[in-house]
């Protein structure tokens, strides 16, 4: 009952905060975002509730189903735009990002299956406490690159226009969204090397070897060249502004396929029960 509770409150809060950030961009009231910022606190607060209760009531660590994993990805999503506001404060991002959030929970609640079986034995390791939080941690910040390029380039847009629209005095400078952009793939990159340092050393104890070419380790692999592609571009070739953003919206649709895509299309020894 009482992860029900937690889990239906931090829906409802995503929504809200969701809500307020997309009027955000049309209606520039001060109280919009503080109301979205405060609900975001809150859903923070009420999934990792929600983790605790499942956790210790049920014995099921975050990250073991599907179910879990769209709620933590979800909360790291969270965790990380708020972090990020600390030293930009550009709410109107969260616009772009706190959706994703949203969607995820609210696919989550959609499930038939809540991941209620037994647990693989290959995932009852410490590993899991350290490989899962890394990864994801990683793919969020992704998120906000992905939600800097969207508004770069939709700034870009409107900047060459004879005639901005309507968002053009609601986004933040060319110079601020590429640093932004810049700031989530390096903190990124190297959160994701470590989940697939981590996952494999997992492996090893798990399936007796460190890589096995399985579909969630090769398309990791690609997401982390494409990733590593953008950083080298941005710091030996000198990419910037909308090349920069490009390639984040595609690294970002590698990441979505090899979280989802390669879980419920190409099945493997990662797939989620």
């Known amino acids: 009952m009482m992860e029900f509770i937690f889990f239906s409150a931090s ?3 995503l929504f809200v905060a969701t809500l307020h950030y997309l009027l955000f961009l049309v209606y520039r009231n001060p109280v919009v ?16 509730g929600f983790f605790l209760v499942r956790t210790l009531g049920g014995g099921r660590p975050l990250g073991t ?31 772009f990002v706190i959706p994703m959030a949203f969607v995820l929970s609210a696919a989550a609640a959609l499930l038939p299956n809540k991941g209620t079986g037994e647990i693989p034995p290959a995932l009852k390791s410490y ?36 005639k901005p629209g309507v968002f053009y005095h609601r986004l933040p400078s060319l110079e601020v969204l590429d640093s932004i952009n810049y700031r989530a793939l ?35 692999l690609i997401t982390w060249l494409i990733y590593a592609a953008i950083l ?42």
């Not at 972090?83 to 991002?93: A, G, R």
């Not at 190297?190 to 090893?204: C, D, E, N, V």
């Open 186 to 220: 390096t903190i990124g990159f190297p959160l994701l090397t470590l989940g697939i340092i981590t996952g494999s050393i997992w492996a090893q104890y798990a399936w007796g070897a460190y890589w096995q070419w399985d579909p969630k380790e090769t398309w990791s």
């Open 11 to 13: 829906l409802f809060l």
């Open 232 to 273: 080298h571009g941005r710091l030996t070739v000198g990419w910037r502004g909308r090349k920069a953003a490009v390639f984040s919206i595609v690294g970002f649709a590698a990441v979505l396929f090899t979280f989802l895509g390669v879980n419920l299309i190409l099945r493997g020894l990662h797939s989620y029960n």
């Open 65 to 95: 189903s599907l179910y879990e994993s769209l709620i933590f990805f979800s909360w790291c999503i969270v965790l990380c735009y708020l972090l990020l506001t600390l030293k930009y404060k550009i709410p109107v991002l969260g616009a």
């Open 127 to 162: 590993w899991l406490f350290i490989h899962v939080p890394l990864s994801f941690l990683g793919d969020a910040m992704f998120v906000l690159a992905f939600g800097a390029g969207v508004m770069y380039l939709l700034q870009e847009k409107q900047l060459k226009s004879k």
């Open 33 to 48: 975002p503080r109301v979205a910022r405060f609900s975001l606190f809150l859903a923070l607060a009420a999934q990792g």
